[in-house]
């Protein structure tokens, strides 16, 4: 490929194990439908050579961005925006397609809070927090609270850790529920997924609700509250009830609508804590195209 009057962006490989359109998007800041389209369209090289976009990475291996006059170009890093500022707290709203926590991309929510807020950087246990008290998946959108101070952290850990704060979802499922459904349902956490626990295994307590909106024949938009934050709670809950979240491909859903994110239809509405706080985000666009793609609007 000719490369005299284009950009090159050459990334080093220090974990095995991960796909390369994940790699991308996480090391360059771009979606991983943009990762993908660059594969496809032979702009990325692992080590020299054009490869599939689920091509498993090597520790030690470069993977380089022919950018140049790319029909789909690099996103800038995504920005986060401000909910509710208080003297101990921020609630901003995450985009689907960013980490919640420092770490794994710079594009992430923690890193975008320390340049905005800087006190929050000192404020949490582990630095990669940021301040942060509670997680969102990388392609779930919606609110997350970060603590302004080391006492405030702790405070607002504690909520979350005795089941007082209450958290409400709008997903997009596939197939029909008519009726609400609650899974009491332990999980375990098994690799990169969570799922019921063998026999002896360590498992966390895990209760989640779903209270339907509006129901077609092939999907259904519903809320979902809980009060426990198992890692992928609402995702394995959903696909045990026999409903899986819409692009959640880990959890054997079927593929979000075209137009819409590049990942499971979760958005994250609201969080309560009694007495303390109430916040909520707006819906995303995308969610929001994906559920009148499903209505034929």
Not at 48 to 54: C, I, L, T
Not at 136 to 161: E, I
Not at 182 to 207: C, W
Request: glycine share 8%.
């Amino acid at each position: 490929m000719p490369r005299s009057t284009e950009s090159v962006q050459t990334f080093a490989v220090v974990r095995a194990g991960v796909r390369l359109d994940k790699f991308l998007a996480d090391a360059s800041g771009c979606g991983r439908r943009t990762a993908r389209s660059l594969i496809r369209e032979g702009r990325v090289l692992l080590d020299g050579r054009s490869v599939a976009p689920s091509t498993t990475l090597v520790a030690g291996q470069s993977v380089e961005i022919v950018a140049g006059h790319c029909d789909a170009p690099i996103e800038r890093p995504m920005e986060l925006a401000i909910i509710q500022e208080a003297s101990d707290f921020i609630a901003v709203a995450k985009p689907a397609g960013m980490h919640s926590v420092a770490g794994n991309s710079e594009n992430s929510a923690a890193a975008a809070l320390g340049s905005l807020y800087p006190e929050t950087r000192t404020a949490s246990r582990e630095p990669i927090d940021g301040g942060l008290v509670h997680r969102l998946d990388r392609d779930t959108s919606g609110v997350l609270l970060a603590a302004r101070n080391p006492s405030a952290w702790r405070r607002l850990r504690c909520a979350f850790s005795e089941h007082r704060v209450r958290k409400h979802y709008l997903a997009l499922v596939g197939g029909e529920v008519r009726e609400t459904v609650t899974i009491d349902q332990p999980l375990a956490r098994r690799n990169a997924r969570v799922g019921r626990p063998h026999r002896g295994e360590k498992s966390f307590e895990a209760q989640t609700s779903f209270y339907p909106l509006e129901t077609a024949k092939h999907w259904s938009l519903v809320l979902v509250s809980m009060r426990t934050g198992v890692t992928h709670q609402i995702r394995a809950h959903a696909a045990l009830a026999g409903f899986a979240i819409l692009g959640d491909m880990k959890y054997g859903s079927l593929a979000a609508p075209v137009a819409s994110r590049d990942g499971q239809l979760l958005h994250a509405l609201r969080l309560e804590i009694a007495g303390e706080l109430d916040v909520a985000a707006p819906v995303d666009a995308d969610f929001k195209a994906a559920l009148a793609a499903l209505r034929g609007d």
